[in-house]
């Protein structure tokens, strides 16, 4: 799949097939090729789904490695540990098997939703879900990040990432249950009851 990406050393010859002929699907050996660089939307969703996959059973085995050393910190303290190992770049090895070679690459989920988000061919509905995506993946990196040392200054940029997707997308008014929540846990509960009151038309 790595090879059909613009990151590939192979994309320029790929690049240069000619597009897939849906009436004589048989004309050319290559229809899959031709399909997937003309739309990598599937391929990169393919990816992320490895990429999740493969990024879930690394924290939870990592996780559980941990918790049986001797003198073991809290269970807390070891996943916010592990999490931000992993989260931090969310860099995840994969090994991709392909015809005559083994391809392995570590590649950032982030990039990969952002790829989604702005690809041409994104339905409204996967781009939603994916914004919730990276904005859960981010919000689980800052609660990692430790708040002292080198380090801490990593947090406030996350948090300000954060802050840059909610106030996107709440003032579009976009429906998206975990960034409003984010929003309204932020507010001062009795300015924030004015605003309903007074959207509502109540003194």
């Not at 989260?87 to 952002?114: A, D, H, I």
């Not at 702005?118 to 708040?147: C, V, W, Y």
Request: glycine share 6%; hydrophobic share 35%.
């Amino acid at each position: 799949m790595a090879l059909y990406l613009p990151t590939s050393d192979l994309y320029p010859v790929l690049s240069s097939l000619p597009p897939p002929d849906a009436t004589n699907p048989d004309a050319t050996t290559t229809l899959a090729s031709q399909s997937a660089i003309q739309n990598s939307l599937p391929i990169i969703q393919e990816i992320v789904q490895i990429l999740e996959k493969y990024e879930s059973i690394s924290f939870a085995q990592e996780v559980d490695k941990r918790r049986k050393r001797l003198g073991a910190p809290s269970p807390d303290v070891i996943r916010q540990e592990v999490g931000y190992e992993i989260w931090n770049g969310s860099r995840v090895c994969v090994s991709l098997f392909c015809p005559g070679f083994l391809l392995t690459s570590r590649w950032k989920l982030p990039e990969f939703y952002n790829e989604i988000l702005n690809h041409p061919n994104t339905s409204d509905e996967l781009r939603r879900g994916t914004e919730s995506k990276l904005f859960g993946h981010k919000q689980r990196l800052m609660s990692a990040i430790p708040s002292s040392g080198e380090v801490s200054k990593r947090k406030a940029q996350m948090s300000e990432e954060l802050e840059e997707m909610v106030n996107g997308i709440t003032l579009l008014g976009i429906p998206n249950e975990p960034v409003w929540r984010y929003y309204i846990e932020g507010q001062d509960i009795y300015s924030l009851g004015k605003r309903v009151f007074s959207a509502r038309g109540c003194n």
